[in-house]
């Protein structure tokens, strides 16, 4: 009925987010001059934006197929269930149960993406501090 509403709202909020970390973060930046090559972490905003792309489209997708079984019209209240408090309370509790449950499961399968992209760019890290820089023999 109305469950994507809560991913949405989520990716709202994390959208603003993100735009206000990259700011921060492009303020703060350190600059590479480019003739050696670093391993440089990603940055959170871009690791934020990730969790974006899963909200917006799960959101888009949900929405289209509420539209799609006749749940979101065009026309005010939008919401079919809308229309009386007994189909309200359902809404609410659907909700309340199966949006916010969506929105944390993407946010905790997010949540292991960082966990993992941390660790291998920590492992190239490692990698990049181990090697021996190889002299041009002559």
Known sequence: MACFI???????VTTIAAKVLAKKEKDSAIHYDGSSEVVEKS????KLGWLN???WGGSAL??????WHGEVVPWFP???NAADAADRAEMFHEMAT???SMAALVTVT???MVLVSS???KRAAKMEEAAVPVSDKK
């Not at 940055?43 to 871009?46: A, D, E, G, L, T």
């Open 98 to 100: 199966v949006g916010v």
């Open 6 to 12: 809560i991913p949405a709202t989520e990716a709202i």
């Open 119 to 121: 660790r291998l760019e």
């Open 53 to 55: 792309n899963m909200l």
């Open 78 to 80: 939008f919401l079919t």
């Open 62 to 67: 949900l929405a289209l197929e509420h539209v």
């Open 110 to 112: 997010w949540a292991i």
């Open 43 to 46: 940055r959170f905003s871009k």
